[in-house]
């Protein structure tokens, strides 16, 4: 028997908006939906939200995973007209609108997929498995582990070259994520790698910024790229550009020139990808994998189909002919876009999507950030302070918030990252191994 809940929610006459995908578009569009005439199911493989943007500081233990994500069972608790499933959506069917999932079917009128980006190897099989990535709360806690064990491992090490290797990172991607990390790893040399693993002279620790651009913060102002190149220099990161990875086994990074460095921690925040769910092909632009969409977000093709955020795809924008950057204020204002005009009454025509860019940051280290707003362009501790609140200000939940705040006072004002846990150690899995698991399973590989 239905509890009296599910009954109410079942008896709603509204149309059913499925979501799929509660990141900043899915979650925001929920928000904007909340109350209104509209049956909304949220469908997640996740049971929470992930404030993507702090992940490096969860990789480098400045922050705990709970204090960046967010469960979605909290966010749609009080929304009557709103249930959340968790569930992975595997295909669409638009002809008989409907999704699959791994724990069955879900109906629709309106489908809002919101289901952003994996990262992109550029199809190089090997690289992808060798290295490490930052795209999730899973992946951020495996960076966690793998440089605590590194400097652990290290101190067993009597030979210099080998303990050099152990402590040799390469972050390539020159991009926000790879910055950010990689200032932050610098931070974690100065601090704890000399006063905590002290038998290790922490200068044996190299941090190797990669990026085949001829700058970092590639759609930073010049003004923004200069500062941080020396915001990065100036903590000891060796920024090597117009560079190319072409491969690398676990031990040895290649480079495109044919040269080579030995390191056994890469982690790859070169780019991103779309991951299309399989069911709408004729609507996705192969390279990077997005649906393409019109100015009201409504997948190419479709009569009652959208997406939002960085899948999404929208080139009618005469300010961003090659489409949206791939960042939280696009995701959001698309969500509040969409759900302005699935309000609208029949009559009322529906009003096209235009993005407005409240401008990028990225922050280096302790004190140090860049700002590009408008024609202010900006780098130093006032930028830093600016990056802390706007940061502080998006993360989803009150609690979230003071935890944030309250591991942030005592980082700066102590030095100390306060989560240095092996909880789950990382375990590299075998090349072959992998393989042979995609092989058996595509779909989730
Ligand atoms: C390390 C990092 C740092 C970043 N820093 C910044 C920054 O400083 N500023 C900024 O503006 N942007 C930043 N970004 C980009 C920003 O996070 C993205 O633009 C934003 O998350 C896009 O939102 P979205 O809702 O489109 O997708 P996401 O936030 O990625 O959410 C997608 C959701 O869909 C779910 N999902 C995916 N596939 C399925 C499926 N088949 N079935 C069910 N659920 C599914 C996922 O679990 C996830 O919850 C950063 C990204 C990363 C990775």
């Known amino acids: 028997m239905k509890t009296p809940v599910r009954a109410a929610f079942d008896a709603m006459e509204y149309p059913t908006v499925v979501v799929v995908g509660g990141g900043f578009a899915g979650l925001k569009l929920i928000h904007r939906l909340a109350g209104k005439p509209f049956k909304v199911i949220l469908l997640d493989k996740n049971n929470y939200h992930c404030f993507q943007p702090l992940l490096y500081q969860v990789a480098t233990g400045s922050l705990g ?16 007209n709103v249930i959340y499933r968790m569930a992975e959506v595997l295909r669409v069917v638009p002809g008989e609108n409907r999704v699959e999932t791994d724990h069955g079917d879900f109906r629709y009128d309106h489908l809002v997929l919101a289901t952003g980006t994996v990262t992109n190897f550029f199809g190089n099989g090997r690289i992808a498995h060798e290295s490490m990535q930052l795209k999730s709360i899973g992946q951020a806690l495996d960076i966690r582990s793998d440089f605590l064990q590194e400097f652990e491992a290290a101190l067993y090490l009597e030979d210099e070259q080998a303990q050099r290797q152990r402590l040799n990172f390469v972050v390539v991607g020159g991009g926000p994520s790879g910055v950010e990390l990689a200032g932050a790893l610098a931070e974690i040399r100065k601090t704890i790698l000399k006063h905590e693993f002290r038998e290790v002279d922490n ?20 003004k923004a790229q200069g500062l941080a190149l020396r915001f990065l220099k100036d903590l000891g990161v ?29 982690i790859w925040t070169a780019g991103v990808k779309g991951k299309p769910i399989p069911g709408l092909e004729a609507a996705v632009e192969e390279r990077p994998a997005r649906y393409r969409v019109d100015a009201f977000n409504r997948v190419e093709g479709t009569a009652n189909i959208y997406a939002i955020g960085d899948i999404a795809l929208d080139r009618s924008d005469p300010n961003w002919p ?33 993005y407005r860019d409240k401008g990028s940051m990225a922050t280096i280290g302790r004190y140090k950030a860049v700002v590009d707003l408008g024609k202010l362009r900006f780098g130093g501790p006032i ?10 200000m998006s993360i989803v939940g009150f609690r979230s918030r003071v935890m944030v705040l309250t591991h942030w006072a005592w980082k700066y004002l102590s030095w100390k990252n306060t989560i240095r846990l092996i909880i789950r150690p990382y375990v590299r899995r075998e090349y072959a191994v992998q393989q042979a698991e995609e092989r058996a399973d595509p779909v989730h590989s």
């Open 238 to 266: 060796n920024v090597i550009l117009d560079t190319l990875v072409t491969g690398y086994d676990g031990e040895t990074v290649t480079f495109k020139d044919g040269s080579t460095m030995q390191s056994t921690t890469v």
């Open 322 to 354: 090659k489409g949206h950057p791939q960042v939280a204020p696009v995701a959001i204002q698309q969500a509040t876009h969409l759900a302005r005009n699935l309000l609208r009454r029949d009559a009322s025509p529906w009003q096209p999507f235009e």
């Open 203 to 222: 200068r044996r620790m190299q941090i190797h910024l990669v990026d085949s651009n001829h700058a970092v913060l590639a759609n930073f102002s010049p």
């Open 383 to 392: 930028a830093w302070f600016m990056w802390l609140f706007v940061h502080l």
């Open 65 to 80: 995973a709970d204090n960046i994500a967010y469960p979605f069972r909290r966010s749609v608790g009080p929304m009557p």
